[in-house]
């Protein structure tokens, strides 16, 4: 039985811990370790063998705790004892003061970067050792696995997802309870999951963060959808450049399936399942399902046309369900807790918590969870902290460069799928750049429109040449050389290019300039009429006139 | 009814779209009754005149002086017809565009075995950086595609502007035609 | 194969076809022409020109022709004047992107990306030329690439994987940087796996591909032998 051996496994863990005064949680994300974690780590392993408290002290790898602006982070056994900028040199400090760190260390745990959040998927906040999945076991992990297993058949699973609201968080928002039921209503003797880890807008880390943290709960969520929709094999699609993610993947995958939770007859049940991880190579559009599935094929990773969509005709021509990390992350969760719990959290809409990337100018930049709801205000002023330098807010950008960018005057917004696509963005997967008045619009729209041009694949007419005409005229507009007719053929090229595009990518990819248009148009008009760059950014132009004094 | 002024200027291109002109043959007849030529390759007026009513342009823009000329003539013009692939696309002219006016020359001056190697700088404008078809450096009101446009499109552009309707030449002519 | 008849309207125009059918072979059998350029009969659908964009009735946004199956009571409209600015757009993009001098071109009367100019009434070109700087590679005994003329229709692609076999052409790079390569990118003349068979040349919509010799406005293109090879597949 499954629950028996997640029980031994909870029981043997629990004893080993036993002996332990307090364990230490280094933050090994990305973010900590460029600030020098690993080093950090090793220093308090010496300091504690040296002090000869290593049996009464044990020094974990711990996930990301968000606030990568404070990092190396050393959570002292949970949320609310956490160290902030460690380094070598203060490790002994902080190895005599653990319960009572100096202020010097101290992170104000109770600052409204950790109070206002709502934690789904990233429940367990850092306190985890990704590499071990009896840390996982221990903490509720695979309980949801074994509860679908053993207590649900496939169509409640999938009729537990429909009710709990879940909506895409890859970016379009499709509710993902409807995706499940018609690839498990889809005729076909193979089925496939994916799991779309291919995050690739600009300022985005919210997928790289949960695949190195949770690589477990990734994987007990895609195994949940194969049990559910019918499918004996799921592949993981990462890009090659998270590096981190992959192993401690890979890693997962390998430990999973040696206790039985991966491979065949899982937990002594009828139902077989493996994953594997598939490398992407760095094509921004490889995060479009059908050039993503282009590319586990083997092929050149270009998109199709839809229909049909991979829920019909997929990876090999057989049905395949393709979600993302985020919206992976969030099933064992509710298989656990309950669709109407999920249901309760989040809008009429869109149900739930969403994680967010913040960064740019704002005081704590990292990664969040909130739910579906919160304002762009608290988001920016309350959990961001607002902005630094004592400089005014400008806008918000989300959903990368497919998104667009929002203004002061709606900063009251509740952040959902409906309301932001209202404002001309999009939520996206869940980057969040904030700038101030040192931002200059129209190099922001061009910057994006710089990234569609040299990440379209260049198959369809209209985004290859497109997105390449659009740059030029956005460039010429910041080099003051544009007129207004030049502004015209701009506007025209972005509906053009909006409507006839073969993917997403192209489709979207004029977004950035049409919210920049409808918001900021008087700094266009400025570049051209005046040639006067307002916020000082474009060198060819004038400047304002604080910057010139 | 009061004669318009016609004029045609001859900037960089082969003279096709003037001797297509030419070949009108009796049309020009026709025309004559409804045009005075005021300014013309064809003709020996020095000086391009104030008012002219219509100018057909051909050929691509190529040097300072071409630019110059244009830029004046747009000025002095009701209306500017683009006529020819030449003035509309840039066309052969442009087709030094990838490489660059230096490579040109070069190539043209210096390593065709001549007997005195020397790229000429006086008495020639030089050249600019691209060649541009006319629109992008002036407004054009008409264009009349063609290499050259056939005699008949010509004289159906021209016969239209002098009496007062918009030339629609749709499935009459074409790039290359 | 099963399949089943339905009735649709196209431009007004009650049609009937069968539901494995696409809109853009629905609305050639009746007489109606929507402008393609990588659609050519017998090879796959990509999809990627993007002239053959529709409206249908309650969809989302605009439906590529070729790559969409016809459905019962679909309302189908391939003509309008947001259509025909969008078309023109895009064929004005194609004209800009690459080099095509017309005048000098093998294909000079027998392109079609020439022909959907005319059709569309274009009489210049409104967006700045790119000027890409291209290759052009003659290394073939029989026939030459000219990339300044290629729109990335990827005919030549489809047809030398799909009819010849051969997979000689593929293609590179991305963006607007992608190009057609044969073999590892290596000269044309050079490649080993090409038979020499001259399908790509003859399926190339332009001046891109030509026979060595044609000169300007001499090289019609037929496309005939794709019929007669896909109909012999079929009865085997």
Not at chain 1, 81 to 93: D, F, L
Not at chain 3, 18 to 31: H, K, S
Not at chain 3, 58 to 74: N, P, S
Request: proline share 5%.
């Amino acid at each position: 039985m499954l629950s028996d051996e997640l029980k031994r496994i909870t029981g043997h863990e629990l004893e080993e811990r036993q002996p332990l005064k307090h364990r230490l949680h280094v933050c090994m994300g990305t973010g900590c370790i460029s600030a020098g974690s690993d080093r950090v780590k090793t220093a308090l392993e010496t300091e504690l063998r040296v002090m000869n408290l290593d049996g009464t002290y044990a020094v974990t790898t711990g996930g990301c705790r968000g606030l990568c602006a404070a990092g190396p982070l050393v959570a002292i056994d949970g949320d609310t004892n956490i160290a902030q900028r460690v380094t070598t040199e203060n490790v002994p400090e902080l190895v005599q003061r653990m319960t009572d760190l100096p202020d010097s260390l101290r992170l104000p745990t109770e600052m409204p970067f950790f109070r206002n959040q709502k934690k789904v998927v990233l429940e367990y906040s850092g306190n985890l050792d990704p590499n071990r999945i009896d840390d996982y076991i221990t903490a509720g992990g695979y309980t949801a696995l074994n509860h679908a297993l053993t207590e649900m058949t496939p169509a409640q699973t999938v009729d537990e997802i429909m009710r709990s609201g879940l909506r895409g968080r890859g970016g379009a928002g499709y509710p993902t309870g409807l995706k499940w039921q018609t690839v498990a209503k889809a005729h076909g003797e193979r089925k496939f999951v994916i799991c779309n880890g291919d995050e690739g807008d600009p300022g985005a880390f919210m997928d790289r963060s949960v695949m190195e943290d949770y690589p477990f709960k990734v994987l007990e969520g895609v195994t949940i959808a194969g049990y559910a929709i019918g499918a004996q094999q799921g592949y993981l699609y990462v890009r090659a450049e998270y590096p981190l993610a992959v192993k401690r993947l890979k890693s997962a995958i390998r430990q999973a399936e040696k206790i039985g939770l991966l491979g065949s007859n899982i937990g002594g049940t009828p139902f077989s399942f493996n994953i594997d991880v598939r490398l992407g190579a760095g094509a921004f559009v490889c995060g479009e399902e059908t050039a993503l599935i282009a590319s586990i094929e083997g092929k050149r990773g270009h998109p199709r046309p839809r229909p049909p969509y991979p829920a019909a005709r997929g990876l090999w021509g057989c049905p395949t369900l393709i979600n993302n990390v985020e919206t992976f992350s969030s099933i064992a969760p509710i298989i656990r807790q309950g669709a109407d719990w999920f249901a309760g959290i989040g809008t009429e809409k869109s149900k739930g918590t969403k994680v967010f990337a913040l960064s740019g100018r704002v005081n704590y930049t990292g990664l969040i969870e909130v739910p579906m709801g919160t304002t762009l205000r608290e988001i920016v002023f309350e959990i961001g902290g607002g902005i630094p330098d004592g400089r005014q807010f400008k806008a918000i950008q989300t959903g990368g460069p497919s998104g667009g960018c929002i203004p002061a005057e709606f900063l009251d917004t509740p952040v959902d799928y409906e309301s932001l696509a209202a404002l001309g963005s999009i939520m996206g997967s869940g980057g969040m750049i904030v700038m101030d008045d040192t931002s200059c619009m129209v190099d922001v729209a061009r910057y994006f429109m710089e990234f569609c041009k040299t990440e379209s694949c260049g198959k369809c007419a209209p985004c290859r040449i497109g997105t390449a005409q659009m740059h030029d005229l956005l460039t010429i507009i910041t080099a003051g050389q544009a007129t207004l007719e030049d502004l015209e053929r701009l506007e025209k090229l972005c509906d053009m290019v909006r409507s006839t595009s073969l993917c997403g990518l192209g489709q979207s990819a004029p977004n950035p300039v049409i919210s920049t248009l409808r918001y900021f148009r008087h700094e266009y008009v400025s570049h051209i009429v005046d040639h006067h760059c307002p916020a000082g950014v474009c060198s060819a132009l004038s400047q304002p006139q604080e910057a010139a004094e | 009814m009061d004669k318009i002024k016609l004029a045609t200027v001859w900037l960089d291109g082969c003279s096709g779209c003037h001797m297509s002109f030419l070949d009108m043959d009796e049309q020009l007849l026709a025309l004559a009754d409804a045009i005075t030529l005021v300014y013309s390759p064809l003709v020996d007026f020095k000086e391009f005149p104030p008012d002219v009513d219509v100018t057909l342009v051909e050929g691509a823009v190529s040097s300072e002086e071409d630019l110059h000329k244009i830029q004046m003539i747009r000025q002095r013009t009701k209306l500017l017809v683009s006529l020819g692939d030449c003035a509309i696309t840039g066309n052969v002219p442009s087709m030094r565009n990838p490489f660059g006016p230096e490579a040109i020359l070069e190539r043209a001056y210096l390593e065709d075995g001549l007997i005195n190697p020397v790229i000429p700088t006086v008495n020639v404008p030089p050249l600019l950086k691209t060649v541009q078809p006319v629109h992008t450096v002036v407004p054009v009101d008409v264009f009349v595609p063609g290499c050259p446009p056939p005699a008949g499109v010509i004289y159906e552009a021209v016969a239209a502007l002098t009496e007062g309707r918009t030339p629609n030449l749709h499935g009459l002519t074409r790039f290359g035609k | 194969m099963n399949s089943n008849v339905v009735t649709l309207s196209i431009n007004g125009k009650e049609v009937s076809g069968r539901d494995d059918e696409t809109i853009l072979e629905l609305a050639l059998e009746n007489g109606i022409q929507i402008p393609r350029l990588c659609y050519l009969e017998g090879l796959s659908i990509v999809g990627a020109c993007r002239l053959c964009m529709v409206e249908v009735l309650g969809a989302k946004g605009l439906i590529a022709a070729c790559a969409t199956r016809i459905t019962e009571g679909m309302v189908v409209q391939t003509d309008s004047e947001r259509l025909a600015e969008y078309r023109r757009s895009i064929l004005e993009m194609l004209f800009a992107e690459g080099f095509h001098v017309c005048s000098v071109c093998v294909a000079n009367g027998h392109c079609e990306l020439q022909t959907q100019a005319a059709h569309a009434g274009i009489d210049h070109i409104d967006l700045p030329y790119l000027y890409p700087r291209r290759k052009v590679d003659a290394s073939h005994r029989l026939f030459g690439l000219d990339a300044n003329r290629c729109i990335l229709c990827t005919r030549c692609v489809r047809v030398c994987s799909e009819i010849e076999g051969a997979r000689t052409w593929s293609v590179s790079g991305r963006g607007i940087e992608a190009h057609i390569i044969s073999d590892f990118a290596t000269p044309w003349g050079e490649s080993t796996t090409c038979t020499s068979c001259g399908k790509c040349v003859q399926v190339c919509p332009t001046g891109a591909l030509f026979m060595k010799g044609a000169s300007t406005a001499e090289l019609e293109k037929r496309t005939d032998f794709l019929s007669w090879i896909t109909a012999m597949r079929e009865q085997r």
